[in-house]
């Protein structure tokens, strides 16, 4: 949690207390509590200290600030609790966060036209058998990987995840082959 976002919940759970109209939300927390925190200055001494006062002793009953804030008119709430229209959102469409993916991708590496990740974007492909192994041997999951041709272009080859279920089957027919075995 940013420093602006409880600075904005703590000032506007002051100024509601004594039932100040509070300041319409800027792009972020941080600007939002700046404005809030110069309406809360422009308030005379003894305004402050009885909000001070009041929102404290709301926050110590209720133990914590977003529940005090869940005390409140509705209206109020439903303006702090609502993150949306505080902070850009971060989301990216599916294409903008493969333009990003591939950026990093040499062009030697094309996106497959058919074979997909998980996640459903293009698999990459490598141009050499070799290539692709030098890869392989680069990553973090080497156990759970391996390197196999395209089926859809012949010459470039891919680097895949193994299927548990088949990886199990593997294991356990494995096991009851060297079962029978002695030393």
């Given amino acids: 949690m940013t420093k602006g976002r409880p600075r904005a919940r703590r000032l ?18 941080k600007k939002w509590a700046a404005d809030l925190q110069a309406q809360y200055n422009a308030l005379d001494v003894g305004q402050r ?12 009953r209720a133990g914590s600030i977003a529940i ?4 409140l008119p509705d209206p109020v709430v ?13 989301t990216r469409s599916r294409q903008r966060q493969f333009d990003e993916l591939r950026q990093r991708w040499s062009a030697l590496t094309p996106p497959c036209p058919s074979c997909r990740m998980r ?14 192994y030098e890869v392989w041997g680069r990553q973090h999951d080497r156990d759970a990987l391996r390197v196999y041709e395209c089926p859809v272009q012949p010459g470039f ?3 895949g995840h193994f299927r548990m279920a088949v990886l199990a089957h593997v294991t356990t027919a494995l096991g009851a082959l060297f079962d029978g075995v002695q030393e």
């Fill in 12 to 29: 506007a759970l002051y100024l509601t207390c004594i039932e100040i109209p509070l300041a319409p939300m800027a792009g972020t927390y």
């Fill in 49 to 60: 200290k009885l909000a001070r006062q009041v929102g404290r002793r709301l926050i110590k």
């Fill in 78 to 90: 439903q303006l702090i609790q609502t993150d949306s229209p505080l902070g850009a959102t971060r």
């Fill in 157 to 159: 080859w891919h680097l």
């Fill in 119 to 132: 996640n459903g974007f293009p698999k990459r492909s490598w141009p050499t058998r070799e290539w692709a």
């Fill in 68 to 71: 005090a804030l869940a005390s």
